[in-house]
């Protein structure tokens, strides 16, 4: 029987690699076009006009028909000539929005953000620590635990104690409820800088972590402008920022009324935002005030804030700002409710939100 032996890697198609760089930019665009697959191509045929995404060997003709043959875009069901994205391509969205944030969380923690300890629990997490009075021995590290007694004792003299025990870490079984809520305000997209995007590729990510890993998990999505509503998952890569103000109030408030109805132990909610409230709603009319921070607005908006931590639930706020009267509000804001704040460019919201839900999913009881 005759053996190969390769020094390098093996040869990849270049077809493919050129479909899969396409792909990349292609799904990009959809999130960024609100779905929109002949606006995302027409943007794609001028990015390729400019820097040769394609040659003779695979054309952006060659790619639309990968498209279509690999299942990422299909025909609309009212208009059989417009295509749309398929449930293939809203998954490959989550999952390389997945994959892009946890990507950046590996390379290096942040800093000022550092994970807890984990408590006594039932998932295994590999770390280990000494043993404690109460520990399950069921949990003990075998291979860790002999080191130690052989290091202390030697095998002559082969005694276990205490002291040479070491178990790992675990975390509790848990359930968290958590809803996401996006800023669609016309703020989002203002100054020729996209931050809707990033704020999309968070709840969705966050969606894609909770069904692989904690899959009894709630996760409720919802977008706000003059007012908030609630968004499937299949929505959130289409969503689009609009001419709207920002109506935080009515926000928090559609996440406490999903929140309170059911039975996780941990509420939270997660706040995507760049800009102040400038909305409220007052029966069947709206109070806008886009300049300043209007005190009519603040002060409502800051009632639900201690409504949410009258409920038990805590409100972690991102703030894609760094004006100081706002983060003044928003200190304000963060003290009423008890809950958390971070400042953030928009390219990082996902490590703060990743490692804030991370810490909190971990309970410890010590």
Partial sequence: MKYLLFHAPLPRS???????????????????TGGNVSEALRWLAYFDKRHNLTDITFTMGDF???????????????NQSVHVPSTKAQVEIRQRSLEEIFTALRSGPLG????????????????TRPYEFGDKLEH???TDTLSNAY???????FKLRTEDLIIYQTEEKTLTAT?????????MVLYGEDRITPAKKVALALAELIRRR????????????????????????????GPYHTNTRDAIAMAISSLVRTKATNKQI???TDGKPTCIREGNKYYRNSFGLDPKIVNKTLEMADRARREGITITTFMIAKDSYLQRFVHRFTQINRGRAYYAHPQKIGLFVFEDFIRNRRKELR
Avoid: C, T
Wanted: no cysteine; proline share 5%; glycine share 8%.
């Fill in 64 to 78: 639309l028909k990968e498209l279509k043959k690999r299942g990422y875009i299909e025909q609309g069901s009212s």
């Fill in 151 to 157: 290091l202390s004792h030697g095998l002559e003299e």
């Fill in 179 to 187: 809803f996401v809520l996006i800023d669609a305000s016309h703020s």
């Fill in 214 to 241: 904690y899959p009894k998990d709630l996760l409720f999505i919802g977008a706000f402008g003059d007012y908030a509503w609630h968004l499937e998952l299949s929505q959130v890569p289409f969503l689009q920022a």
């Fill in 14 to 32: 270049s077809r493919e690699e050129k479909f899969q760089k396409l792909l990349s930019l292609f799904l990009d665009l959809l999130m960024k």
């Fill in 270 to 272: 997660f706040l995507i």
């Fill in 112 to 127: 000022d953000h550092p994970l807890p300890k984990s408590g006594p629990g039932d998932d295994l997490s590999y770390e």
């Fill in 140 to 142: 003990l590290s075998l």
